[in-house]
């Protein structure tokens, strides 16, 4: 089988996008996906991009996708930031997710990055015994903290 890893174009957005519904459905938030199609063509494609984003083909079909992003960490410096690395479930366990995984530490290395970093939950220990195998540290004690709008705004309006 022949992996093709590629830069997303902006008409693949449609199958990114159902890539990160399955995500959502795989991680138990089936309904927590609201970015649409033209969202990610507007942000992913626009006169500024937020993000650059990788496709897996395998016999000329999108089977999987890693969305990244720049950041600066006060302690390092520039950093990519893996948002989602997903992989067809019918795809799984075929080498596609370690492409995607090579491509984005490629491209990081390639833009002079001083980390790549993402998150993993605790309960995907496939995930996690695999990027610890690949030499990737899993910090435990730390914890992904998130506010969403309506949270912001209630703080806010509070102040």
């Known amino acids: 089988m022949r992996i093709n890893i590629r830069n997303a174009t902006k008409e ?41 984003c990788f496709v897996a083909e395998v016999a000329g079909e999108i089977v999987g996708m890693a969305l990244v ?27 596609v997710g370690e492409a995607l995984y090579a491509k984005v530490l490629q491209f ?25 195998r690949s030499g990737a540290k899993v910090l435990r004690d730390w914890h992904v903290v998130h506010m969403d709008e309506t949270g912001m705004k209630n703080y806010i309006d509070n102040l």
């Open 12 to 52: 693949d957005m449609s199958m990114v996008r159902d890539l990160i519904v399955e995500l959502a459905v795989f991680e138990k938030e089936p309904d927590a996906v609201e970015v649409s199609i033209d969202d990610l063509q507007k942000a992913g494609f626009g006169a500024t991009p937020k993000f650059s």
């Open 69 to 95: 992003y720049f950041r600066f960490s006060t302690w390092k410096g520039p950093t990519l930031h893996l948002e989602d690395l997903v992989v067809k479930a019918s795809m799984r366990g075929k080498g």
């Open 108 to 132: 990081g290395h390639d833009k002079g990055v001083k980390r790549v970093q993402w998150e993993v939950l605790g309960w995907n220990e496939g995930a996690i015994k695999f990027y610890e």
